[in-house]
C-alpha cells in the first residue's frame, strides 16, 4: 500500500498521510499608525472634552497606558508646528514608516527647534 505523505514545516512540523493539507492562512496586512494624528486626537480630547478632564481619566477612557499618553502629548507639542500640520492628514506609508512614534519620540527629546528641524529634514531627504 501506497500513501502521499504532506509535510510542511512551521513552528513545530506538519505531517499528513492521504489528505494535503489546508493552505497556509494569509496575514493580515500591517497597519502603520499616524501617531501625529494619535496624538492630535489625544489632545483635543483633553482640552475640548466634557468638563475638566485629567490624565487619568483622559488614560482611563481611551484605555492606553501613562506613558504613551505622556509620549505621545510631548509629540505634539515639542515638534515643529508646521511638520505636525504637514504630518497629521498623512497618508504615505513610506514617511509613516520613517517618521514611527519611537523616532519622533526621540526627535522631540532633542534639546533646541533647530537640532530637531535638522533631524526632520535628514529623515526626509533619506526617503
Same mark, same amino acid.
Given at each position: 500500500?501506497?500513501?502521499?505523505?504532506?509535510?510542511?514545516?512551521?513552528?513545530?512540523?506538519?505531517?499528513?498521510f /492521504?489528505?494535503?493539507?489546508?493552505? +497556509?492562512?494569509?496575514? =493580515?496586512?500591517? !497597519?502603520?499608525?499616524?501617531?501625529?494624528?494619535?496624538? &492630535? @486626537?489625544?489632545?483635543?480630547?483633553?482640552?475640548?472634552?466634557? /468638563?475638566?478632564?485629567?490624565?487619568? +481619566?483622559?488614560?482611563? =477612557?481611551?484605555? !492606553?497606558?501613562?506613558?504613551?499618553?505622556?509620549?505621545? &502629548? @510631548?509629540?505634539?507639542?515639542?515638534?515643529?508646528?508646521?511638520?505636525?500640520?504637514?504630518?497629521?492628514s498623512?497618508?504615505?506609508?513610506?514617511?509613516?514608516?520613517?517618521f514611527?512614534?519611537?523616532?519622533?519620540?526621540?526627535?522631540?527629546?532633542?534639546?533646541?527647534?533647530?537640532?530637531?528641524?535638522?533631524?526632520?529634514?535628514?529623515?526626509?531627504?533619506?526617503?
Amino acid at each position: 500500500m501506497v500513501v502521499k505523505i504532506y509535510t510542511r514545516r512551521s513552528k513545530r512540523q506538519l505531517i499528513r498521510f /492521504g489528505d494535503p493539507l489546508p493552505e +497556509k492562512p494569509v496575514r =493580515a496586512k500591517r !497597519i502603520i499608525q499616524n501617531t501625529i494624528y494619535e496624538g &492630535l @486626537k489625544l489632545q483635543a480630547y483633553i482640552n475640548h472634552g466634557p /468638563g475638566r478632564i485629567t490624565w487619568a +481619566k483622559a488614560r482611563k =477612557a481611551l484605555n !492606553i497606558s501613562e506613558a504613551k499618553l505622556a509620549h505621545l &502629548l @510631548k509629540i505634539v507639542k515639542t515638534l515643529p508646528p508646521d511638520f505636525v500640520k504637514n504630518m497629521e492628514s498623512c497618508n504615505d506609508e513610506n514617511m509613516l514608516k520613517i517618521f514611527n512614534g519611537r523616532r519622533l519620540l526621540r526627535i522631540s527629546r532633542l534639546k533646541t527647534d533647530k537640532e530637531r528641524r535638522n533631524e526632520i529634514e535628514r529623515l526626509s531627504l533619506k526617503d
